[in-house]
């Protein structure tokens, strides 16, 4: 049977799996995560289950209807970017963080605010083309094998293309039983000469502020068609070796073309850009000096946010229809200091509470990836059962509150610093103990970290 070497064929108009969902199915859905802030998860909720509801829109008014951009408000550490984070996840769409800070208007030291769009789209190209890899997965395996089986077998070698059929009368009998050895994992072991392809590449260092970005030339690309490639030999085991080829068939058998076109797809009707500390980009005069670099990133950002066609290396990617959620303490500034045209793209608000004790209490225990959890499952590899009292669970949440309202309030994170600190001893011990169960219980918490607490400088330094 001849391998017909096709390429992968990619969904052209299907939406994002998370699209389907009502809001409250999705507001469900990250509540296994985030503890709190209904009113910032209803938002997005609505948010994206209005691109399921614009892709039903007939084509002419479509286009038309511009996504309903957020700004999250409140501390760090109430969880803003989780939810944008899961709400990508949910809906796999590509999504990128990134600082407003960042960003700089022309002259000064900083990135192209295009930049964004470009890294977007780098980051939808990769997501698209594991998805291709795995729908070629099965293919590239059958071709791996035979060749692994020609280089084992070099006098009974058949062309690459050729896959043998058990049941095929004629079949060599030695390279059958050669085939079950591999496939069973018998011969991972061995050591074969491989022939490895590579090219000899130039390295090219450009210095410039922004000048690579503006280029937007894949030098990796040129270089290789002017370059003529090489082999080279290698003497691999025989699973390195299948790793290798994996990778060689697989990018033969991928489609780029229709991968560039899924993703860009993917960036322009379901992409979701992050732009954390909004706030430190407004301006609340119109002095010179620093204010007048803060409104002139907001100037910048304006036109990718209103809806623009920025240039990258896989083509032309509009911008009109992906989503962007900003946010920002705003602790010495508010959302109408922002410039009014940049107000008016972000026309959803939504104020985000500072955590407290029960919220604390929750977040330990509640969400799936609950820090209880983690270090449980942590101490479990060393044998370690770890068991924590209610009171405990209450005493560091208190403790950890206390912390933030005397110190910095750095939110949920506060709980990170508080419990290494709590199971310090355990961790750095565990391996010496016999295994069996430790419960954690409030007067630990206290005989830990009471002191830390109640010294302010120490506290600043520590916890």
Do not use: C
């Amino acid at each position: 049977m001849v391998i017909e070497i096709s390429q992968a064929l990619l969904p052209v108009n299907e939406p994002p799996r998370g699209d389907h969902l009502t809001p409250r199915e999705i507001v469900a859905e990250l509540d296994k995560y985030i503890i709190g802030q209904a009113d910032a998860k209803r938002s997005v909720a609505i948010a994206l289950r209005n691109r399921w509801r614009r892709q039903q829109i007939p084509e002419g008014l479509r286009d038309e209807i511009a996504p309903k951009n957020i700004i999250m408000i409140g501390p760090t550490g109430v969880g803003k970017t989780e939810i944008a984070r899961r709400l990508a996840k949910l809906a796999q769409s590509p999504f990128l963080k990134i600082e407003a800070t960042k960003f700089t208007e022309v002259g000064y030291v900083g990135r192209d605010v295009e930049s964004m769009i470009r890294d977007l789209m780098e980051l939808a190209v990769n997501m698209v083309k594991a998805e291709a890899r795995e729908q070629v997965k099965a293919k590239a395996e059958e071709v791996v094998e035979e060749r692994l089986l020609d280089i084992l077998l070099p006098g009974a070698s058949k062309p690459i293309a050729e896959v043998a059929e058990p049941n095929r009368t004629g079949v060599d009998p030695t390279r059958e039983k050669m085939r079950q050895l591999l496939r069973q994992g018998r011969l991972d072991e061995r050591f074969i000469d491989l022939e490895v392809s590579q090219r000899n590449i130039p390295i090219v260092e450009i210095f410039s502020n922004a000048g690579i970005e503006e280029m937007d030339i894949n030098f990796k690309e040129m270089f290789g068609n002017i370059f003529p490639s090489r082999t080279k030999q290698r003497k691999v085991k025989i699973s390195e070796a299948r790793d290798i080829l994996m990778q060689e068939e697989a990018q033969r058998l991928i489609d780029m073309d229709r991968v560039v076109n899924e993703a860009r797809r993917k960036v322009e009707q379901s992409g979701i850009i992050f732009l954390d500390e909004i706030d430190k980009i407004v301006g609340r005069d119109h002095a010179r000096g620093p204010d007048v670099s803060r409104e002139g990133v907001q100037r910048d950002l304006l036109p990718i946010v209103e809806g623009s066609t920025v240039t990258t290396k896989h083509g032309m990617v509009r911008t009109d229809h992906i989503l962007f959620i900003a946010s920002g303490a705003f602790h010495t500034s508010k959302p109408a200091d922002l410039i009014p045209e940049m107000q008016g793209r972000f026309p959803i608000r939504v104020e985000l509470q500072s955590l407290g004790v029960e919220e604390f209490k929750r977040i330990l225990t509640e969400p799936q990836n609950a820090l209880i959890k983690q270090y449980r499952a942590l101490m479990a590899t060393e044998g370690i059962e770890l068991d924590f009292d209610p009171d405990a669970i209450k005493e560091i949440a208190v403790l950890a509150t206390q912390v933030n309202e005397r110190t910095e309030n750095i939110g949920a994170r506060r709980l990170h610093t508080v419990m290494e600190k709590l199971l310090e001893d355990i961790s750095f011990h565990a391996p010496e103990w016999q295994q069996g169960t430790i419960t954690i219980t409030a007067d630990y918490v206290r005989e830990r970290l009471s002191d830390l607490v109640g010294d302010q400088d120490l506290s600043r330094y520590i916890l």
